[in-house]
């Protein structure tokens, strides 16, 4: 047993998967909060999506994913949010034309790439046990970025999320902290596509926050019960990765489901059996 | 606050893709003044507050919003019910505490003094004990009620409340009305937007009624005129508020 658990350790790409896995676990349900709560899982599914051209750019060129992810994952955020504001168009299907189109741009650059060898399966399902020393470092980075941003606009988009009306005649400019949570999106997803990959970072965006929701009252709860969540899943999605040798990004969003599958069944319980209590004591009563 | 908070339209226009949904509207608040804006659905409400909150672009005419100075915050806004977002968890103190959100400076968080003003301003609207109640466990009048402790957080001189007694009975229409009149003694200027014509004259000092247009602005007694029912409800409307005996001309 114990081998199993600090056996891997002995490797060092298991130790810097293990710091990658906690960053994930921790930062995608400490964003993914305001996600659900905004109702923006499409957004943050589409912009994963998205930034797949700037991946296999940045493999074409050698350099690592992280130099064009990030500028490219905020770029398409703002962007997405810009052409719905100036088509007219409503806002979903300006994000689906875009995560369409750039998705299939990066499949196209994958299918040309000859000279390269990229695995498209890490690209999109996740390969934590690759991650290297730069990408660990990077990741560290871009955490502390997201982490003070969070901090530093937490009662603005509080209050832009609860009530955007009132936050904007308060005063509060709600078109830049919108800007901000979608460049911070970008950001954490950049982070959480090297675990979870393209297709299934969602799962560790919204899952675990969505499994804070219906344990915690508060929203801060929301934020700390999804990234204890967050980071239980993704260290176990990492000891399956190593031990079943399965794909980083399914497993971790099998164990953030099977959380949540926990939480909502309890939760339902909890309820009938709060309602039978009720009715018992108004029949003793 | 060294001058007194006022609001002055003059000629305004705003349209809706197109569609003129307030035409040349003027009128003129003074300070110390809980007005009623009545008007059917459509009449333009919400667009006349959205324009005041400075939310809605005018197409032309003046809003002059005076005594405010340059702090933010000095109009609050308490929407309809459908603009706010309840799937947030939200607590009745973390609600008053966004009315806190322009004070206090981004790397800190509140302060001692910060939380005896969310205190005080609970306890005025009789809901300290609520205070860690999700704004979901709480009623339709004691929602409005946290929402207008959050206008006394951020000191609002002007507070505009949209159908502030949708959904709510008319005990706790009391008890909103009790605290929007003690706040106009303040100097205050309350503006509420509602279908109800429960008690106008009991409730508030002036009422505006608008249907696109001005119909009536003046104290509830003398701008109800069998006309200005009938311009704004209908002839339905005439015979309910003479029923109620709260038009002018019924009254005679």
New interface residues.
């Given amino acids: 047993m114990i081998d199993y658990v600090f056996g891997p350790f002995q490797y060092s790409f298991m130790v810097r998967a293990l710091v990658v896995s906690v960053l994930v676990g921790v930062m995608c349900p400490v964003l993914g909060a305001y996600v659900i709560?905004?109702?923006r899982a499409f957004m943050g599914d589409a912009l994963a999506h998205s930034v797949l051209p700037a991946m296999v750019a940045a493999f074409l060129l050698g350099v690592s994913p992280f130099v064009a992810a990030v500028p490219a994952g905020v770029a398409i955020a703002l962007l997405m949010g810009s052409v719905a504001r100036r088509t007219g168009i409503s806002e979903d299907t300006s994000i689906g034309i875009l995560f369409a189109g750039l998705f299939a741009l990066g499949l196209v650059m994958l299918s040309k790439a000859t000279n390269v060898t990229v695995n498209i399966e890490d690209l999109l399902l996740g390969q934590v046990l690759g991650v290297s020393r730069t990408d660990v470092l990077v990741s560290l980075l871009l955490t502390g970025v997201v982490l003070a941003g969070l901090y530093?606009?937490h009662?603005?988009l509080?209050?832009t999320?609860?009530?955007?009306?009132?936050?904007?005649?308060?005063?509060?400019r709600t078109g830049i902290i919108e800007y901000v949570l979608l460049a911070l999106l970008a950001l954490v997803i950049v982070i959480g596509i090297q675990a979870a990959g393209i297709v299934l970072v969602m799962a560790m965006l919204i899952t675990p926050a969505a499994t804070g929701?219906l344990i915690?009252?508060?929203?801060v709860?929301?934020m700390l019960i999804g990234a204890l969540i967050g980071a239980v899943s993704a260290v176990s999605g990492l000891y399956l990765s190593f031990h079943a040798d399965l794909p980083s990004g399914p497993a971790m969003a099998l164990v953030a489901t099977a959380f949540f599958g926990v939480a909502a069944v309890g939760k339902r319980r909890w309820r009938s059996a709060r309602r039978e209590e009720g009715a018992t004591e108004e029949l003793a009563a | 606050m060294n001058s007194e908070p006022g609001i002055a339209i003059r000629d305004v226009v705003v349209e809706h893709d197109g569609f003129q949904a307030l035409e040349d509207v003027t009128f003129a608040v003074p300070s110390g003044t809980l007005m009623g804006v009545l008007g059917p659905n459509g009449a333009g409400k919400s667009t006349l507050f959205d324009a005041i909150?400075?939310?809605h672009p005018i197409t032309s005419g003046q809003i002059t919003l005076s005594g405010m100075g340059q702090r933010?915050?000095a109009?609050?806004?308490?929407?309809q019910r459908d603009?706010?977002?309840w799937?947030?968890?939200?607590?009745a103190l973390?609600?008053v505490?966004?009315?806190l959100?322009?004070r206090?400076a981004?790397?800190r968080g509140p302060s001692k003094h910060d939380r005896e003003i969310a205190r005080s301003c609970l306890e005025r609207v009789r809901l300290w004990e609520r205070r860690g109640a999700?704004m979901t466990e709480l009623s339709g009048g004691q929602r409005q009620r946290v929402?207008i402790a959050?206008a006394l957080a951020?000191d609002a001189r002007i507070i505009l409340l949209d159908e502030a007694f949708s959904g709510v009975d008319v005990a706790a229409q009391e008890g909103i009305v009790r605290v929007l009149q003690s706040l106009r003694d303040e100097g205050r200027i309350v503006l509420l937007a509602t279908h109800d014509l429960t008690n106008l004259a009991e409730r508030f000092d002036q009422v505006l009624c608008i249907n696109r247009h001005v119909c009536a602005c003046g104290p509830p007694e003398e701008a109800f005129t069998p006309e200005v029912l009938e311009e704004l409800y209908g002839s339905h409307g005439v015979e309910f508020a003479q029923g109620n005996g709260l038009a002018a001309g019924g009254r005679q």
């Fill in positions: 709560t905004r109702g530093a606009f009662r603005q509080v209050y999320t609860f009530d955007p009306v009132g936050a904007a005649v308060s005063g509060i929701y915690a009252r508060r929203f709860g929301v | 909150a400075g939310v933010r915050g109009l609050a806004y308490v929407p603009s706010i977002n799937s947030f968890p939200a607590t973390d609600v505490m966004m009315g959100s322009g206090v981004w790397y999700l929402f959050r951020q």
